[in-house]
């Protein structure tokens, strides 16, 4: 079993921040509190997009009545987060935000003492901001709004991932998730790996490589072992590629990082409704072995 210089601390901590269970919430088909009871530790509600005058509103799925459902999943220990952006979020959209980082910032903040949340997972997708061509440098305006939410959201409710594709740890994207993490790592809890929708960059033989996008990729780049999340479609349907059965994720991925690193930071789930029983959870779970407490 390989060893880390984070991993002897991780160790004596009883509780160490691995081994996350996370899904996101985009469709309202199935009740949010069905979650309480479910394997899941982290669920994600999708998605929360700016409006012209810069105000953050959510989704139309993200209903009142989704939206009161939050107590009984906080009630049952389970984290509960809101993701920025996602695909539909447009390259004006984003502008608009990095144009006024500190107001989108302290939106979000409201946002997450108003509904009681955990944190804010920011899902960037605009891709030629990375490339120079998008009319600003997104990998600067994600620094930015990292420690912008950092410094505006209570210590409460400081949970912040990130949910970058793997292209976006290579040189052709400027090598923007390693620089990113380099300079506000220590303020992104976790990553969830977008490990769908790039054939090429979401195959167990890629995932488990030694490029760039890659879990020893990242490790190699400083990020620990503990804040990678491996991102998989639960359904067939929820991506356009990288969708594989439950049991062949955890043979070809899940159990070959939990055998070589222990603790991994978990596994992601887009999306929710494809999950209705919660038996995709359930089997990734007992697959993340030894099981811990996570954050």
Known sequence: ?????????????????????????????????????????????????????????????????????????????????????????????????????????????????????????????????????????????????????????????????????????FPTWSSAYIRIMEAVGTQIDFLNLQYYNNPGFQEPSFILGTSAGSVAGMIAAGIPATKIVIGKPVGQNDAGSGWMPVSDIVGQIVTPLVSTYRYIGGVMGWQAASDPTGSWGATLAAALSPTAAVA
């Open 1 to 169: 079993m390989a060893t880390y210089p984070w991993e002897d601390d991780m160790l004596d901590n009883a509780t160490p921040n691995a081994n996350r269970l996370v899904i996101y919430y985009n469709s309202n088909l199935i009740p949010l509190s069905s979650f309480a009871s479910s394997d899941y530790t982290h669920v994600i509600l999708s998605f929360a997009r700016p409006d012209p005058s810069g105000t953050m509103v959510l989704d139309g799925n993200l209903t009142s009545t989704v939206m009161a459902q939050i107590p009984a999943l906080k009630s049952a220990g389970k984290k509960v987060m809101m993701a920025i952006g996602g695909g539909a979020c447009s390259s004006a959209q984003w502008q608009q935000m990095a144009g006024n980082v500190q107001f989108s910032a302290a939106q979000i903040a409201a946002m997450v003492q108003t509904y009681g949340l955990d944190g804010i997972d920011i899902d960037f997708e605009d891709s030629a901001a990375f490339t120079g061509s998008a009319g600003y440098d997104g990998t600067q305006f994600m620094i930015n709004l990292t420690q912008a939410l950092y410094g505006a959201l209570p210590a409460s409710a400081r949970l912040i991932s990130h949910a970058p594709q793997a292209p976006y740890f």
